[in-house]
């Protein structure tokens, strides 16, 4: 089976700080990773996602994931946060084989302050 | 293009009764995907359908149960509601397998 941790239930940050949101992961087949955000009162939103090849994948609004084998992590970073930013932030895995069945962590919230 | 709608929005119901929820995934998409959001719980899968048949199910009891028809559009159905159903039900839709786009969701509150 397939499970995902994220560990820090709350992140709080100032604007225009780094900010890093830990993900990991334990399985014992090969998987796929994804990070979802989710603003208040809606769906989830795919922020990014890693399928193969680079091991650092980049989304359109400057958030950046390493996919880390050895460490069986996925950690989503930002150098720069906005006010926007803030959300909660879930980590996923889905097996190769079973692709359409999303494993999902507990979740991140980041609040970001002025 | 549109993006996956979910019917109704909120949703109150009493212990006992049954709900069915809906959902019109994005034009084209043929795999639609069901996860229940509880603040215990967090976000948990509950089954994919592919062309009207069900491919995948989480673990949730039998009293969950689903359908898609033939334009894509699905169903879910709690019957005997409990309280511990209260949730965010979240639909998702596929066109590749690597890329699921979820609707807003529909809140369930059971009383």
């Known amino acids: 089976a397939q499970s995902v941790t994220q560990l820090d239930s709350q992140v709080p940050v100032f604007e225009e700080a780094p900010v890093e949101l830990r993900c990991n992961y334990s399985?014992?087949?090969?998987?796929?990773l994804f990070w979802y955000v989710q603003y208040p009162n809606q769906g989830l939103q795919l922020l990014l996602k890693?399928?193969?090849?680079?091991?650092l994948v980049k989304s359109i609004n400057g958030f950046e994931a390493e996919f880390n084998k050895s460490q069986t992590s996925f950690h989503l970073r930002k150098p720069s946060v906005h006010i926007s930013d803030t959300a909660e932030y879930f980590c996923?895995?889905?097996?190769?084989?079973?692709?359409?069945?999303?494993?999902f962590g507990s979740g991140t919230r980041l609040l970001v302050r002025p | 293009k549109a993006g996956v709608t979910q019917t109704p929005r909120y949703l109150i119901k009493t212990r006992g009764q049954q709900v069915t929820l809906s959902c019109s995934p994005i034009s084209g998409h043929r795999s639609v995907s069901w996860y229940q959001q509880t603040p215990g719980q967090g976000l948990q899968f509950l089954f994919e359908?592919?062309?009207?048949?069900?491919?995948n199910k989480g673990n949730f009891p039998g009293r969950f149960s689903g359908r898609q028809f033939s334009n894509s559009r699905s169903e879910m159905n709690v019957s005997t509601l409990e309280l511990g159903d209260s949730a965010l039900y979240l639909c998702?839709?596929?066109?590749?397998?690597?890329?699921?786009?979820f609707g807003p969701g529909t809140r369930l509150t059971v009383t």
């Open positions: 359908y592919f062309s009207e048949t069900q491919r």
């Open positions: 996923a895995v889905t097996r190769m084989d079973s692709s359409y069945k999303l494993i």
């Open positions: 890693y399928l193969s090849g680079s091991t």
């Open positions: 998702a839709s596929s066109l590749d397998w690597n890329e699921q786009y």
């Open positions: 399985s014992s087949v090969s998987v796929y």
